[in-house]
């Protein structure tokens, strides 16, 4: 692991805000952009040179294009997945997000004191939001946008055509934080009012939430308490020093970790990240909890999958590895699916807090930016997290997160009786997991076991209902229609 902090007054010695890395990595040559209070949007290029003469590469960075347009500062910038488009959305504090599209023209000459642009990106389209973008993400094609604002609403757009295609409000305080499942089924928010939110992704309307769990106080090592069980909200308030909530799925849609996880326990507070399982989400509680010193507001996937290391321990029991880093204010903790504790930490490497952080698609670099206007980079050797699996892993089973609707009554106008259809109880069909095909090699330990309340019924399994048949109903009597009499009064 190599830590590189280029001497670049990124924005002009302001505060950035976000970083992203662009899908393509050509030549050993990374994209990445840059956005911050500076109202401007700036992409680069960086690679490591090879040299003999020294140990450690060094890192090379070339300014490519600086993106103007926004009049207020820029929350976040994301590359699009779909790399053959070459679009890019950037989302500011008036609400507005431009998504830019590379042009194959040759750029405008400056109008400032930069360096001209080696790259000409053009505004492609406008959407709107009534107050701060605070978090935006793309769909897996790269066909839609969806962003969270202080506007206490999720909207969802066509990136090509600028539609809106729907729009979710009545969250009770903003959300900060939003993913979009690499499956395409789901998106999922975190807000401020300390809740996860499941959203459909298709037809928009909000599926379930986590906010709090019941969990065992003697486990928890309260004393001199008279219930065995107490709930407890699982993630931070409002007071949580962060611009964003930084929930993400893993590249393949199994695991969902989500960051701000927040336990009062008495006169102490337990911070660190959950875990949930994609074959899991209809239950109520986190799959497994990973413990930091700090409050944590960003979670990032390494899109590389790994082999299993040759270890007694599988601690989330998938059969391969999965890598994940964990922002706090201003340490970097990486974990992986195997082990509880961290694997790796890098601390102290900015004076002000971090606020974004990037993979590089090939697992080798990670980007993180902070608020005294650097950005930090640490380069792995991919063979440090063990053997790459190149063959495609298996797709996961959903859950079925949307209860079946009764089927209504049907009325007979010609017979007086009227019969109840029977109601048939929806059968739970309990679909082995691709990841359990093949046992791990090792036992994979149940997490959270004396966190979580554990709900032993299947969920989705219901009873048939009793019906009642009465026989030999008499029909009801037709009534004799009343003749009316006409009276007529004369003046």
């Given at each position: 692991m190599e830590h590189y902090m280029p001497q670049i007054f990124w924005h002009d010695r302001k505060a950035l805000l976000s970083v992203d890395l662009h899908k393509t990595v050509k030549n050993n040559k990374y994209k990445i952009v840059t956005s911050s209070v500076q109202k401007e949007v700036r992409i680069w290029q960086f690679e490591f040179e090879n040299t003999e003469k020294l140990p450690v590469a060094p890192l090379a960075v070339t300014f490519l294009a600086n993106l103007s347009g926004h009049n207020s500062a820029i929350n976040q910038v994301k590359f699009s997945p779909n790399s053959e488009q070459n679009l890019l959305a950037s989302g500011d504090c008036d609400g507005r997000i431009t998504i830019w599209q590379m042009n194959d023209s040759p750029p405008p000459p400056p109008k400032d004191e930069l360096p001209p642009n080696k790259e000409n990106w053009i505004r492609?389209?406008?959407?709107?939001?009534?107050?701060?973008?605070?978090?935006?993400?793309?769909?897996?094609?790269?066909?839609?946008?969806?962003?969270?604002?202080?506007?206490?609403?999720?909207?969802?757009?066509?990136?090509?055509?600028?539609?809106?295609?729907?729009?979710?409000?009545?969250?009770?305080?903003?959300?900060?934080?939003?993913?979009?499942?690499?499956?395409?089924?789901?998106?999922?928010?975190?807000?401020?009012?300390?809740?996860?939110?499941?959203?459909?992704?298709?037809?928009?309307?909000?599926?379930?939430?986590?906010?709090?769990?019941?969990?065992?106080?003697?486990?928890?090592?309260?004393?001199?308490?008279?219930?065995?069980?107490?709930?407890?909200?699982?993630?931070?308030?409002d007071q949580l020093f962060s611009f964003q909530r930084g929930v993400v799925f893993s590249p393949n849609g199994e695991l969902v970790v989500a960051p701000s996880a927040h336990l009062e326990l008495g006169s102490s507070d337990l911070f660190g990240l959950y875990v949930f399982k994609r074959e899991d989400l209809a239950k109520d509680s986190p799959s497994a909890f990973y413990p930091t010193t700090k409050p944590t507001f960003l979670i990032k996937f390494s899109p590389v999958v790994f082999n299993l290391l040759d270890s007694a321990t599988n601690f989330l029991g998938l059969p391969y590895r999965l890598v994940w880093a964990a922002l706090t204010q201003d340490t970097v903790y990486f974990y992986d699916s195997q082990h509880?504790?961290?694997?790796?930490?890098?601390?102290?490497?900015?004076?002000?807090?971090?606020?974004?952080?990037?993979?590089?698609?090939?697992?080798?670099?990670?980007?993180?930016?902070?608020?005294?206007?650097?950005?930090?980079?640490?380069?792995?050797?991919?063979?440090?997290?063990?053997?790459?699996?190149?063959?495609?892993?298996?797709?996961?089973?959903?859950?079925?997160?949307?209860?079946?609707?009764?089927?209504?009554?049907?009325?007979?106008?010609?017979?007086?009786?009227?019969?109840?259809?029977?109601?048939?109880?929806?059968?739970?069909?309990?679909?082995?997991?691709?990841?359990?095909?093949?046992?791990?090699?090792?036992?994979?330990?149940?997490?959270?076991?004396?966190?979580?309340?554990?709900?032993?019924?299947?969920?989705?399994?219901?009873?048939?209902?009793?019906?009642?048949?009465?026989?030999?109903?008499e029909e009801p009597v037709a009534r004799e229609k009343k003749r009316i009499q006409l009276v007529t009064l004369n003046d």
């Open positions: 492609f389209k406008i959407l709107n939001h009534d107050s701060d973008v605070s978090a935006l993400c793309w769909n897996p094609d790269g066909t839609q946008i969806a962003s969270v604002s202080n506007d206490d609403c999720l909207y969802v757009h066509n990136a090509l055509t600028a539609k809106r295609m729907f729009v979710l409000r009545n969250f009770r305080h903003f959300p900060n934080g939003i993913c979009w499942d690499p499956l395409g089924k789901y998106i999922i928010t975190m807000s401020a009012d300390r809740k996860m939110d499941i959203v459909d992704a298709i037809k928009g309307q909000r599926i379930k939430h986590f906010s709090s769990a019941e969990l065992p106080l003697k486990q928890l090592q309260i004393q001199n308490s008279l219930e065995d069980k107490k709930l407890f909200k699982l993630f931070h308030d509880q504790h961290p694997i790796g930490i890098v601390d102290n490497i900015h004076y002000n807090s971090l606020t974004d952080a990037a993979w590089s698609s090939d697992g080798i670099v990670l980007a993180v930016s902070s608020l005294e206007g650097y950005c930090s980079f640490i380069k792995f050797k991919i063979d440090v997290w063990g053997t790459k699996i190149i063959d495609p892993v298996p797709v996961c089973v959903s859950p079925s997160l949307i209860e079946e609707k009764k089927k209504k009554r049907k009325s007979l106008a010609t017979v007086s009786v009227v019969e109840e259809e029977k109601e048939i109880a929806p059968v739970a069909v309990v679909a082995k997991s691709p990841f359990r095909k093949e046992a791990p090699p090792a036992k994979a330990v149940t997490p959270l076991t004396k966190y979580f309340k554990i709900d032993k019924n299947e969920p989705g399994k219901g009873s048939p209902k009793e019906t009642t048949v009465v026989e030999n109903q």
